[in-house]
């Protein structure tokens, strides 16, 4: 994939360009916990990336249109936001494991985020 192409699905791109390829894992020279984080950002990140395709204003149907309060009470939101933190957990400590000053302001700002 051409790196200026946009895509919706970027944990697809991760765990099949690098996850799923050993030589790329080897060339970035990425170790056990640093590939556990990115694993951990794909299992999070596919389900909040499969949000994105929600339509936010009801479904249309034949018979009539499906509110989104009828698919998202107040649980369902929970978990949502929940797995956007967790995947925001494993970003920082993925980035925080790289020891690279260029990645401090991100860092801090999202410590803001998780206030940590």
């Known amino acids: 994939m051409d790196s200026a192409e946009k895509t919706n699905f970027p944990s697809d791109i991760l765990a099949g360009d690098i996850l799923n390829n050993p030589e790329m894992t080897l060339e970035l020279q990425l170790d056990k916990e640093q590939i556990k984080l990115l694993l951990k950002m794909v299992d999070n990140a596919s389900s909040l990336e499969e949000q994105r395709s929600m339509p936010r204003y009801g479904w249309e149907t034949?018979?009539?249109?499906?509110?989104?309060?009828?698919?998202?009470?107040?649980?369902?939101?929970?978990?949502?936001?929940?797995?956007?933190?967790?995947?925001?957990?494993?970003?920082?400590?993925?980035?925080?494991?790289?020891?690279?000053?260029?990645?401090?302001?991100?860092?801090?700002?999202?410590?803001?985020?998780?206030?940590?």
């Open 62 to 116: 034949r018979d009539r249109i499906i509110k989104p309060s009828e698919i998202y009470d107040e649980l369902k939101a929970k978990e949502i936001m929940d797995r956007a933190l967790e995947t925001l957990d494993a970003v920082y400590a993925f980035f925080e494991s790289l020891y690279m000053v260029e990645l401090e302001g991100v860092l801090e700002e999202m410590e803001r985020c998780l206030k940590r």
